[in-house]
């Protein structure tokens, strides 16, 4: 496993981090959460990504429970969580980044995650009718008060990232250092030149989520959507228009053969694929099952071999018009 700064902050993240997303609490209890969390640890897998937002937060409890039995040195990985939606539905307590409901935010997450501390606490999404100095004030307080070491944003515009950052300067607060986007080979547009700014001017850090779009770019859609996958799963019938593409089925079976000339397999290069973006600090993967996380780190050994022809090749079959990135 290699290990990346983030951005241009002091810490780094395993190139490949591990995600609990949809999983932890609908397809994995705290038994199968200290399996998946183990083999990616031993993996080389540093950094744990959540939500306080996931499983209306019981995916953090899963988590908590999890890190407990597992009884790691706590300077050894680094978890993170995320406030925005909330689990409350609260006129002030939901799609929102103001200063009562961040602090409460993660008190609560800290309770879940049985945790003193987290390494990493994002603002999930921009909330724009919180002005961003009260949002960027009350980050800059909850890694004061120790309750955090960093802090980022998801899925933030380039404009409203260096706004915060701006202000943090003018104020001398704790700077957001990364951005969690989605990135994968069907959405690239967190990377357009509008970002690449963000990332080169700044120093920014990426952590990046989706990397197989829910599991399409794993091939295990080609045949329609198998039991027990994600899109088979109780109240994610929204995947099933995404996984039932013909045109992205048709790309992804189009990568079959330039995974087999690299002897590996789709999702180990739909993976290595993220980690040739220089940008990415880490790839955030996600699974159900201990023989995906398996899988899925060998993709560390397959990004070396992504030669730019290969790249190339890749880039033909998913001509995406810019519209169709998102
Ligand atoms: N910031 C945000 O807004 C945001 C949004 C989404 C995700 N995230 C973060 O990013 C993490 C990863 O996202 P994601 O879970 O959507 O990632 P993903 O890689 O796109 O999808 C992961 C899912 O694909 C399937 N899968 C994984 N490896 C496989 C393999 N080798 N073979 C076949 N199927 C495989 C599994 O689902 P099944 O086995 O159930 O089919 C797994 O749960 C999340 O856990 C979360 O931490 C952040």
Redesign the pocket.
């Known amino acids: 496993m290699e290990y990346r700064h983030l951005g241009k902050a002091g810490i780094q993240v395993s190139e490949l981090?591990?995600?609990?997303?949809?999983?932890?609490h609908t397809?994995a209890d705290v038994k199968t959460a200290v399996e998946l969390m183990s083999a990616a640890y031993d993996a080389g897998v540093n950094f744990?990504?959540?939500?306080e937002s996931?499983a209306g937060g019981q995916s953090e409890a899963v988590m908590g429970a999890a890190l407990k039995q597992l009884g790691w040195r706590r300077s050894s990985y680094l978890i993170?969580t995320?406030f925005y939606w909330g689990i409350q539905k609260g006129v002030n307590e939901k799609n929102t980044l103001n200063r009562k409901r961040l602090i409460e935010g993660i008190n609560g997450s800290l309770e879940r995650l049985q945790l003193d501390y987290v390494d990493l606490i994002?603002c999930?999404?921009s909330d724009k009718s919180t002005p961003i100095e009260e949002t960027v004030w009350a980050m800059h307080n909850i890694i004061e008060w120790g309750k955090a070491m960093y802090w980022g944003t998801?899925?933030w515009d380039a404009a409203e990232i260096i706004t915060a950052i701006e202000i943090a300067e003018r104020h001398h607060l704790h700077k957001p250092v990364t951005e969690?986007?989605?990135y994968?080979l069907f959405r690239r547009h967190r990377f357009s030149p509008e970002y690449s700014r963000v990332y080169k001017d700044y120093g920014y850090g990426a952590?990046?989520?989706?990397?197989?779009?829910?599991?399409?770019?794993?091939?295990?859609y080609s045949q329609g959507i198998?039991s027990?996958?994600?899109?088979?799963?109780k109240g994610y019938d929204w995947l099933h228009d995404h996984v039932t593409d013909k045109e992205k089925l048709a790309k992804v079976q189009a990568l079959e053969s330039i995974a087999k000339g690299l002897d590996c397999?789709?999702?180990?290069l739909?993976?290595a694929w993220c980690l040739k973006n220089p940008f990415v600090s880490t790839v955030?993967?996600?699974?159900?099952?201990v023989?995906?996380?398996h899988?899925?780190m060998k993709a560390s050994e397959v990004a070396p071999k992504l030669t730019p022809e290969i790249l190339g090749r890749i880039d033909s079959i998913f001509q995406v018009k810019e519209e169709e990135e998102d």
């Open positions: 981090s591990f995600g609990s997303w949809v999983t932890f397809q744990f990504d959540n939500a996931y993170s995320k994002y999930h999404r998801s899925e969690q986007p989605v994968n952590t990046t989520w989706s990397p197989l779009a829910s599991g399409l770019l794993s091939g295990k198998p027990g996958s994600r899109a088979a799963l397999t789709l999702s180990q739909a993976l955030i993967t996600g699974a159900s099952q023989e995906q996380v899988e899925n």
